[in-house]
């Protein structure tokens, strides 16, 4: 009974008083005082009279020291008792305290949250009951639930680029509710997931945290798109602790580790080679970008095939309501993309493509190697059904190529992927998601020269099944655990000649088991981890091979065809925390071990995109990541700042003994393992002046070791992808709603590379002499100037579906050398000389952009 008339009073509160007083703004100053006296200090300045009970105020040994200069009372009330079980309602004349009763009969609430406009799902939207301090985040597919007292609520829903949503709701009974959301027309970029906080409709944009990083459209399109594209891998290089794989280039690396390291999925599907044109674009058409995730302190325990990071990334579904089409065009690309319902809000469709158009600059960038045109397509489709209220279904897929032909030569390269994905409501609390996917990556080179034939290539090919189980548990507990299986193996190249050296042939077997819990405790303290249990084994293809060992004698083994071989499993926990310090202050803590079974090798010294797939065996053991990292992130009015600092040590990292290129297939045989040992710490600031501008700023220190028995004397010495600084500032000028600029600078230390020192001669034709001292040369420091002026078309006529992009990369055409490589001298086999290449010199670009 009591709970009733409480719901009764919450309910008709509004009604009977019309003015707010919660909106009412007072200036006060605290003195270290208990709520209490807080309460009748409010009153006496304000004259506004509160209700409650002193037993359960005395409750909270809270005391308060702080001053308020006209601000609403809510805001007031809200810093006052926050971290207490009180909370406030206006009803009537006055305000009234009280306290949830935490033993009434509760309830289940749970749904999608969902795009009004075009019915796809929102990932990671943040539902959460103020009065009862629960919340949660909604999953990957946008599904959530809660578990509430019975009577009125006041709900709260925030999601990435959407209107904050308020609603009250009266629980009675088990209720499946799907929230729909309007676009926010003034977004903010990259937003951090947060624990509650008291001024809890203002999201922090664009600070990395140690569990996620969330990436949008919006985000990307605040800086210049280098190369007159804009690319989601290039922003991700905006981020501390991410960077180029080659200065310029799309593809990245993660604090130190290659690029092999990093796990790219596009809806579930994995990724193998993620660039166009020598890795000056992403494969990852932005027109068809939902939302990504970069995990780089803390990688969900669903995920455990690399070992550095995980960038998680969600396509368009379709829209559910209405026909749409986009694209544009521009000197390097064209781009067209269509969506719609196939039936009005039970099935849709999505599908993009792109082209190149005129190289251009790019035939400039490959002028060194007399290339011919480079070309490249690529498309996008899903299909996305609603069974019924509890079942959909989705297909995804993917298909893309490269292509590099001269009168001597020819270079391909290309993915191919699809997946069939199952969401399934077991019941209100418990959410399965079933996915089965095939994904194949294939590269060959062909030389036609009589005198001086090469052929090679690999082809790498993964089928994977993989059952994920979510359980919200209740509203401050969440349960997430399940069963993952992938057959990868490698075969013949895309060109399929009998004559092509094959790198390696090889099967392996990767499966894993997990299980996680995410608690919060209190507004204050919020923690998830678990374990993951990686299993391994890799099944014989008839084949001999030699593994080097560390004084450079061989080991040879003979793999009998489809015997297994060589198990491993290992048990890799993981965890990550936040504690709110104060209402400005968060105190962020993660610690991960990561298992990566197949080694992915990146050749040296040559300009191709060129990878070798090695799974592990007792002699190239499995690779292992132990990583710590604290951070912390500071909120003051329209200034938001991070610090991260962190350490790990990853064990069996491949390195060549000799750095030489070669097509052999015993590739093993010059591969040595040792440790490499990272460290660093990494700054970002983010400034928001007016809605016309922002500004962002970061730096990364990064220190980058490797030893390895037989090579460099058996002294450490710097990794490939050791770069200690590097610098990242850009600005966004919303001048009207014409136009807006964008511009971006970037400054690192040059990358350490691996050059000759020397040349020796047999036969009349010139070999490369190496140092013993590996990786003793760096590139000179990166500096780059990227500037961006968009133009919206047709405002007179309130026809806004056009706009215009005009772009330049690198403003002051500075020389910055992306990769190295040593040639034979034209016409001389005897003399060797060392080409470089520019993946960013002075480009102009015009894009011309539509949508309806």
Known sequence: MPQFLVALLLFLSPFVYGQSLLDKKITVKFSNYPIEKCLNHIQKNSGITFSYNSKQIGNSKKKIKKSFENEPLRIILDYVLFDTKLHYKEIGSQI???????????????????????????????????????????????????????????????????????????????????????????????VEIRTDSVKKDKPVADLPRLDQTLITQTAISKVPAAGGESDLLRHLQQLPGVQPANDGGANFQVRGSGTGGNLILIDEIPIYHPTHLLGIYSIINTDALKSATLYKDYIPLQYGTRSSSVLRIYTKEGNLNKPHISGGLSGFMARIAVEGPIVKKKASFYFSARRSTFPGELIYILNKKKLGDPTFYDLNGKLNFKLNSNNRIYFTGYFGRDELRDTVSEYKWGNLAGSFRWNHIVNTKTFSNLIIVHSEFSYGFKR???????????????????????????????????????????????????????????????????????????RKFHIKGGIRIPISFHLGTGDTTSYLNSNFSQTQVIYKKNKFYDPIFF????????????????????????????????????????????????????????????????????????????????????????????????????????????????????????????????????????????????????????????????????????????????????????????????????????????????????KRLDLSFKRQLGYKKNKTNWDLAFTITNFFNRNNPSVAFVEHEPNAPNKLIIQTINYAPLMISINLNFHY
């Open 96 to 190: 009234t305290i009280y306290e949830l009763n935490s033993s009434a009969e509760t309830f289940v609430i749970s749904g999608y949250v969902q795009d009004k406009n075009s019915g796809e799902n929102l990932v990671g939207a943040r539902v959460y009951f103020p009065d009862y301090s629960i919340g949660c985040i909604a999953n990957s597919y946008g599904y959530y639930a809660l578990e509430i007292p019975k009577g009125l609520a006041k709900m709260r829903v925030n999601s990435l680029g959407m209107l904050t949503l308020r609603q009250e709701i009266f629980m009675e009974q088990d209720l499946v509710f799907n929230i729909e959301m309007d676009l926010d027309t003034i977004v903010l970029g990259v």
């Open 571 to 782: 048990a890799d926990p993981r965890l990550v925390g936040t504690y709110r310090i104060s209402e400005k202050d968060e105190f962020q803590f993660a610690a991960m071990i990561t298992s990566q079974n197949t080694h992915i090798v990146t050749y040296i010294n040559y300009f191709l995109p060129i990878e070798i797939w090695a799974p592990s065996t007792s002699y190239l053991k499995p690779e292992r990541n132990f990583q710590m990292s604290v951070g912390w992130v500071h909120n003051w009015k329209n200034l938001h700042t991070s610090a991260i600092v962190y350490n790990k040590f990853v064990r069996n990292v491949l390195d060549y003994a000799s750095p030489v290129f070669t097509s052999s297939v015993d590739i093993e045989s010059n591969l040595l393992a040792g440790k490499l040992h990272v460290y660093g710490a990494e700054l970002m600031a983010n400034y928001k002046f007016t809605t016309w501008y922002s500004a962002s700023v970061s730096y990364a220190y990064t220190k980058t070791q490797q030893k390895i028995k037989g090579i460099n004397n058996d002294l450490p010495y710097l990794a490939p992808s050791d770069r200690p600084h590097y610098f990242s500032f850009s600005q966004y000028f919303y001048l009207s709603k014409k136009w807006k600029i964008t511009t971006n600078y970037i400054m690192h230390t040059g990358t350490a590379i691996n050059l000759p020192n020397g040349q020796f001669t047999v036969g009349g034709t010139a070999f490369p002499l190496y140092s013993s001292i590996r990786n003793n040369e760096r590139f000179p420091i990166y």
């Open 448 to 522: 036609f020269s009589a005198s001086n034939a090469l052929s090679f290539g690999q082809r790498v090919i993964t089928d994977k099944i993989n059952y994920d189980f979510t359980n919200f548990l209740n509203g401050t507990t969440k349960i997430n655990y399940g069963i993952s299986s992938a057959f990868l193996r490698t075969s013949k190249d895309a060109f399929k000649e009998k004559d092509a050296n094959l790198f390696l042939k090889r099967q392996s077997f990767e499966n894993g088991v997990y299980a996680s819990v995410e608690k919060r405790f209190s």
